[in-house]
Every structure is written in structure tokens, then in C-alpha cells.
Nanobody, 123 residues
Framework: QVQLVESGGGLVQAGGSLRLSCAAS????????MGWFRQAPGKEREFVAA?????TYAESVKGRFTMSRDNANKVVYLQMNSLKPEDTAVYYC???????????????????WGQGTQVTVSA
């Protein structure tokens, strides 16, 4: 069983930066594929980034967001730069047992979820 707790959200002006953190508990964290998703009001939860054997990103955040992980401390990060108002959403950390070279981008393929952290980008 893995428990995930996000932090680092907040209010920022367009063009600014935020770094989200996701602290994990449980065993074998290094064997998990970790992902970040977001959900804006009235919209479906969407993929942002994932870190398995490599890191993958949604097209909308490529070049602006960077995902990293610290296996020793069981933490994943999402560094968000050049933020836009359309990045406003609740951001969720997610995890699942690794499938080798396959890195899922669908929310329903992840078993473990955090409670979410609000990111608001003002124009």
C-alpha cells in the first residue's frame, strides 16, 4: 500500500513558477511509476507528466514543466515554470507498480492517489 501527500500549490501570476512535491509512504517506492495529473473545474482529469524508466510529458507542458524523483526520500517533484492561466487546476500525484518500459498516461491505470493541491495562475 502506498500513501501519497502533495504540497506546494498556491496562487501565482502568469509567467511565474511553482514546485509541487509528493511524499510517498510504503515499500518499494523505487519500483513504482509515478505520475502527475490535473483537473480543472468542469473538466476531466488529465495527464501532466510521468516518471518511469524515462520521463514523459503532456504536449501542453513540454518545455515548461519538469518532473523529478528522489527514491531515497520517496518524493517526486513537479517544477512548473512559465505558468499560464490555463494551468489552473487541482494537481494530483499518482502511482502504480512499474510496467517496465510502458508508462501509462491514463488516470484509471494508476492505483494510488494523493488528495490534490490547488494551483491557481492569475492573468
Amino acid at each position: 500500500q502506498v500513501q501519497l501527500v502533495e504540497s506546494g500549490g498556491g496562487l501565482v501570476q502568469a509567467g511565474g513558477s511553482l514546485r509541487l512535491s509528493c511524499a510517498a509512504s510504503g515499500r518499494s517506492f523505487s519500483t513504482y511509476t509515478m505520475g502527475w495529473f490535473r483537473q480543472a473545474p468542469g473538466k476531466e482529469r488529465e495527464f501532466v507528466a510521468a516518471f518511469g524508466w524515462m520521463t514523459t510529458y503532456a504536449e501542453s507542458v513540454k518545455g515548461r514543466f519538469t518532473m523529478s524523483r528522489d527514491n531515497a526520500n520517496k518524493v517526486v517533484y513537479l517544477q512548473m515554470n512559465s505558468l499560464k492561466p490555463e494551468d489552473t487546476a487541482v494537481y494530483y500525484c499518482a502511482g502504480r507498480v512499474s510496467q517496465g518500459r510502458r508508462i501509462p498516461e491514463e488516470a484509471n491505470e494508476y492505483n494510488y492517489w494523493g488528495q490534490g493541491t490547488q494551483v491557481t495562475v492569475s492573468a
